[in-house]
């Protein structure tokens, strides 16, 4: 969800209410989790002696969920021999998240050793109209979520910005970009597309009946679940795929708060295509040796 979207009562103040800056307002906003993590991890990346890697293992960065995504997906592709991954928004709108996911892939390429490409994917002139009633249309209106070209790609450096419509290029890409795909499989996607039928569109690319341009399991983030039920929007979508793929199941990251530091909200939008019949999703990535749990006592 967009920071600042007041676009319902489900995801800003209730119906008819503006903020007008007063502490009932300052009380609304601390009254949700996002607020407060968001806050709290401003504050403790100022305390002395948080530095970058802290910030990072602690999830204290902006767009923790996006870090997580990429950390997730160099980990990967360094324990199956990958020398590279490719980490994927589908989505861009200003352009804020592309920037800050170039940013994680700068810290973990370092970290891990394993070069990372950052792809984004945007129609480029704000929304389209809705299609279909699940596509979300009482939240998001046409042109919303507008991208100011110029000013994007001045500060894009070598991340890659695909502008047109997704059912033209995302399948285009794929076509023409073979060799960087394989040498560089996708490991993370970040879906913020808000509508059913163009997250159903972006599913093409697990669509796809060959690996070679994907891990064997791939994380995913899912932007705009909060406020929707399972039968609209994005969670339809998954569902849709998930009844004709069921070799490629896309599913929630069960458990995964308990695992995460500060028990963060964004836990519950991160799922993973598991891709059973890839060559590789057999493969052990944990230490050869395996882990074990001698008795105790």
Same mark, same amino acid.
């Given at each position: 969800m967009r920071r600042g979207s007041g676009t319902s009562a489900q995801k800003g103040h209730p119906f008819g209410r503006r903020p007008t800056g007063g502490w009932a307002d300052t009380v609304w906003d601390w009254s949700k989790s996002g607020t407060r993590d968001a806050a709290r991890n401003r504050l403790l990346r100022r305390l002395?002696?948080?530095? $970058?890697?802290? @910030? /990072?293992?602690?999830?204290?960065?902006?767009? $923790?969920?996006? @870090? /997580?995504?990429?950390?997730?997906?160099?980990?990967?592709?360094?324990?199956?021999?990958?020398?590279?991954?490719?980490?994927?928004e589908f989505g861009v709108a200003g352009g804020n998240g592309l920037l800050t996911l170039a940013e994680h892939a700068r810290h973990y390429a370092a970290a891990t050793g394993v070069a990372v490409r950052v792809v984004g994917f945007d129609g480029g002139v704000g929304m389209p109209p809705a299609k279909d009633p699940r596509d979300l249309p009482y939240l998001f209106g046409p042109g919303f979520y507008a991208m100011d070209h110029a000013r994007l790609r001045a500060r894009l450096g070598e991340t890659e910005l695909v502008i047109g419509d997704l059912d033209r290029t995302l399948p285009d890409y794929l076509d023409t970009h073979t060799r960087e795909l394989r040498e560089n499989p996708v490991g993370f996607v970040a879906l913020d597309l808000d509508h059913y039928t163009s997250t159903t569109t972006a599913l093409e690319l697990f669509r796809r009946p060959d690996h070679g341009h994907?891990?064997?399991?791939?994380?995913?983030?899912?932007?705009?679940?909060?406020g929707t039920v399972e039968q609209i929007g994005e969670a339809a979508a998954i569902a849709d795929f998930n009844a004709a793929h069921p070799t490629r199941p896309i599913g929630r990251v069960l458990g995964l708060r308990a695992f995460t530091p500060f028990d963060p909200p964004w836990a519950d939008?991160?799922?993973?295509?598991?891709?059973?019949?890839?060559?590789?999703?057999?493969?052990?990535?944990a230490g050869a040796t395996g882990s074990q749990l001698?008795?105790?006592g």
């Amino acid at each position: 969800m967009r920071r600042g979207s007041g676009t319902s009562a489900q995801k800003g103040h209730p119906f008819g209410r503006r903020p007008t800056g007063g502490w009932a307002d300052t009380v609304w906003d601390w009254s949700k989790s996002g607020t407060r993590d968001a806050a709290r991890n401003r504050l403790l990346r100022r305390l002395p002696g948080v530095g $970058p890697a802290t @910030a /990072y293992r602690f999830g204290l960065v902006e767009r $923790p969920h996006y @870090a /997580y995504g990429v950390r997730r997906a160099t980990e990967s592709a360094a324990r199956l021999g990958h020398r590279g991954v490719t980490v994927v928004e589908f989505g861009v709108a200003g352009g804020n998240g592309l920037l800050t996911l170039a940013e994680h892939a700068r810290h973990y390429a370092a970290a891990t050793g394993v070069a990372v490409r950052v792809v984004g994917f945007d129609g480029g002139v704000g929304m389209p109209p809705a299609k279909d009633p699940r596509d979300l249309p009482y939240l998001f209106g046409p042109g919303f979520y507008a991208m100011d070209h110029a000013r994007l790609r001045a500060r894009l450096g070598e991340t890659e910005l695909v502008i047109g419509d997704l059912d033209r290029t995302l399948p285009d890409y794929l076509d023409t970009h073979t060799r960087e795909l394989r040498e560089n499989p996708v490991g993370f996607v970040a879906l913020d597309l808000d509508h059913y039928t163009s997250t159903t569109t972006a599913l093409e690319l697990f669509r796809r009946p060959d690996h070679g341009h994907l891990l064997p399991r791939v994380t995913c983030y899912l932007d705009d679940l909060p406020g929707t039920v399972e039968q609209i929007g994005e969670a339809a979508a998954i569902a849709d795929f998930n009844a004709a793929h069921p070799t490629r199941p896309i599913g929630r990251v069960l458990g995964l708060r308990a695992f995460t530091p500060f028990d963060p909200p964004w836990a519950d939008q991160i799922y993973a295509h598991h891709r059973l019949d890839h060559p590789d999703y057999p493969t052990l990535e944990a230490g050869a040796t395996g882990s074990q749990l001698p008795l105790t006592g």
